[in-house]
């Protein structure tokens, strides 16, 4: 399964993502050699969520296959931090990588309080489900011992919490387990107080939970009242997000390059990197734009529309040609962001 955990090394190489709509396409996708697979509902925006039913079965269908790729969901626009983590429970649960938009939240101090309801909601969530299974199999009193020793809380430098589907409750991944009692009394007063915590100290002990969040700047976010990229990097950072998404909300035409220069998204990528976060970019990305994304370097490159059948129409279904024409270019990287053009 893919790992999450709070610091991922620098890429090395380029990625190529595909966002798919189904189980039958992720099975495309697979074949094909893609090394990212992401779960999303074109039909519902950029980042809709898909329903639970779409999602057990993508994730039934990914966890069966040999070398299994990276693998994530969308779970739509962050409105109310509660509510989300309650209506995305399961996927929450199946997926070790969930994206989530900004939209409509340009006030910082609502952000901030939507976003720590939802990080300590997460975190009661992972609490919960990893007390019943150490109950199961006799480890909460000691866990607990340990914990009472130890009251710090220093989770939040332990980076081998690398977090994996979580299928399997029984592993000793300690994602969950640095959750246990302390961590979800915590996590239920933040929830509580309905994100009246600050930000930075939520953010210290949320660790584990934020690990999977993966939050994402919109290169349009004045047109859509999202926060600009300089506060949604800050919100990556405090919450040691390990990887932070470059996307545009608003799929009418004008994509990433439209909003954003390629010095522009090197500046986020290296921002991101400072923390051990990577750059994952985004936004009705046509093959027209590789002169660009070359001069990016060693990124995460995530497509929807440009592997369509109908790129006008990214509801159309994948076009395995497509897909191998974005394949051989994200493999053509060879290890320098340097092309012989200047970076603009």
């Known amino acids: 399964m893919?790992?999450?955990?709070?610091?991922?090394?620098?890429?090395?190489?380029?990625?190529?993502?595909?966002?798919?709509?189904?189980?039958?396409?992720?099975?495309?996708?697979?074949?094909?050699?893609?090394?990212?697979?992401?779960?999303?509902?074109?039909?519902?925006?950029?980042?809709?969520?898909?329903?639970?039913?779409?999602?057990?079965?993508?994730?039934?269908?990914?966890?069966?296959?040999?070398?299994?790729?990276?693998?994530?969901?969308?779970?739509?626009?962050?409105?109310?931090?509660?509510?989300?983590?309650?209506?995305?429970?399961?996927?929450?649960?199946?997926?070790?990588?969930?994206?989530?938009?900004?939209?409509?939240?340009?006030?910082?101090?609502?952000?901030?309080?939507?976003?720590?309801?939802?990080?300590?909601?997460?975190?009661?969530?992972?609490?919960?489900?990893?007390?019943?299974?150490?109950?199961?199999?006799?480890?909460?009193?000691?866990?607990?011992?340990?914990?009472?020793?130890?009251?710090?809380?220093?989770s939040h430098s332990d980076t081998s919490h690398s977090d994996t589907s979580h299928s399997d409750t029984s592993h000793s991944d300690t994602s969950h387990s640095d959750t246990s009692h302390s961590s979800a009394n915590k996590a239920e007063s933040a929830a509580g107080t309905e994100g009246s915590e600050p930000l930075a100290e939520l953010a210290d002990h949320q660790v584990a939970p934020a690990a999977k969040i993966v939050l994402a700047i919109y290169a349009d976010w004045q047109n859509v009242s999202a926060p600009p990229p300089g506060d949604v990097m800050e919100l990556a950072r405090q919450y040691r997000c390990p990887y932070v998404l470059v996307d545009t909300c608003r799929k009418q035409g004008q994509g990433l390059f439209h909003y954003m220069s390629p010095r522009e998204l090197i500046e986020l990528r290296e921002q991101a990197a400072s923390f051990g976060a990577q750059l994952v970019v985004a936004g009705s990305l046509r093959e027209s734009d590789w002169p660009k994304l070359d001069q990016l370097g060693p990124i995460i490159v995530g497509v929807r529309g440009a592997v369509c059948s109908t790129s006008e129409d990214r509801t159309s279904s994948l076009s395995p040609e497509r897909i191998e024409r974005w394949l051989k270019w994200s493999m053509s990287f060879r290890g320098s962001h340097s092309t012989g053009a200047s970076i603009t």
């Open 2 to 154: 893919p790992l999450v955990s709070t610091y991922r090394a620098p890429l090395t190489t380029r990625q190529l993502l595909v966002s798919v709509q189904n189980s039958a396409e992720a099975i495309m996708a697979h074949k094909a050699g893609v090394p990212w697979i992401d779960l999303k509902n074109p039909q519902l925006g950029s980042l809709g969520r898909p329903s639970n039913e779409t999602s057990q079965k993508f994730f039934d269908t990914l966890t069966a296959l040999p070398n299994q790729p990276h693998f994530s969901v969308a779970l739509g626009e962050l409105e109310d931090g509660q509510t989300l983590a309650e209506e995305a429970s399961l996927l929450l649960s199946l997926f070790p990588i969930a994206k989530i938009g900004l939209a409509q939240q340009a006030d910082s101090l609502k952000l901030q309080s939507v976003l720590s309801q939802l990080m300590a909601r997460i975190d009661i969530m992972h609490a919960r489900s990893t007390q019943a299974a150490m109950a199961g199999s006799g480890a909460l009193t000691e866990k607990v011992a340990m914990r009472g020793a130890s009251h710090s809380d220093t």
